[in-house]
């Protein structure tokens, strides 16, 4: 590619997760990264806006919120604050750090989901899903705990095993565990709305295969995800906390977090796109 030829960069940077700070590992390995490359290509005097924010919806933000007896809410004001101080502190020049609870994110969630909706893109489908009696909900990723069925880790969580790195659905899991109780969950219908990941198999793997000059690790774990089949995945979970799903038969649903974060940079562009003048550190982006 022809680097003299692009009028204008987009760097991003993963978002961290708001249910703690982050470390020195967080800084060298992504942050400190995208911020070398963002003054080196403003001190060419190009034209670049360097994005990212927090990442607020999910189950391991309702998790801390119980453990620490506040609300969700709580907790991501608090880690959002946190993270955004340390990053200010050490320099690094985001031209926005925005946040997934902001209204401007939801709706921008909201209108990708309804989109594709209404685009048929999604599958409506009834499937049992595991529910524990005595929290009285279900329990979707890492509200439930079993044995990984690819490599027998007996800590994987229901959305994925972190020993092997399998993508799962919780009732893959064997002999599974609420977190919530420590009980035996039980099956429960439920409606959710899924991508038929299956049916971009090939256009995935033409697009991947194209790009051998990825990390090995990187192309690697997609090949492997790719070899063993792509499966549909729900973008809905049966929760309180995070976008709620737009449409009127979904009372009491929230997008899935991996299909709302990644948005987040475009949300976030929007919002420093809004504004003239912005306080990078404080957004408040209501």
């Known amino acids: 590619m022809d680097n003299s030829k692009i009028k204008r960069y987009t760097v991003t940077a993963a978002l961290p997760y708001t249910n703690g700070p982050v470390h020195i590992g967080h800084l060298a390995g992504v942050y400190i990264p995208a911020d070398i490359y963002a003054r080196y290509l403003r001190s060419n005097k190009r034209d670049v806006k360097f994005i990212c924010g927090s990442d607020e919806n999910g189950v391991p933000i309702t998790l801390k919120a119980k453990r620490e007896g506040i609300t969700p809410q709580e907790v ?33 969630a909201s209108d990708f989901f309804k989109t594709l909706y209404d685009k048929g893109v999604f599958t409506e489908e009834v499937t049992e899903q595991y529910y524990d009696p005595t929290a009285k909900q279900f329990l979707a990723d890492r509200y439930i705990t079993g044995t990984c069925p690819k490599c027998g880790n007996e800590n994987a969580y229901g959305d994925q095993c972190e020993n092997c790195g399998s993508t799962l659905n919780a009732t893959d899991l064997i002999n599974p565990k609420s977190t919530l109780s ?103 982006a209501e």
């Not at 608090?78 to 939801?106: C, L, M, N, P």
Request: proline share 5%; aromatic share 14%.
């Open 76 to 108: 991501v004001d608090k880690y959002h604050k946190i993270i955004g101080d340390s990053f200010k502190e050490f320099g690094v020049s985001f031209d926005i750090y925005h946040r997934t609870s902001s209204q401007t994110h939801h709706q921008t």
């Open 182 to 284: 420590g009980d035996k969950p039980i099956l429960k219908e439920t409606k959710n709305w899924f991508l038929p990941l299956d049916q971009y198999e090939e256009r995935l793997r033409t697009y991947i295969e194209s790009h051998k000059e990825w990390r090995p690790n990187v192309y690697g774990q997609c090949q492997s995800w790719l070899n063993a089949g792509l499966q549909p995945r729900a973008m809905t979970r049966d929760l309180d906390w995070g976008v709620r799903v737009p449409l009127r038969d979904a009372e009491g649903k929230v997008l899935y977090v991996w299909f709302d974060a990644p948005i987040g940079y475009i949300s976030a562009t929007k919002e420093l796109c809004n504004y003239a003048k912005l306080d990078v550190w404080n957004p408040k």
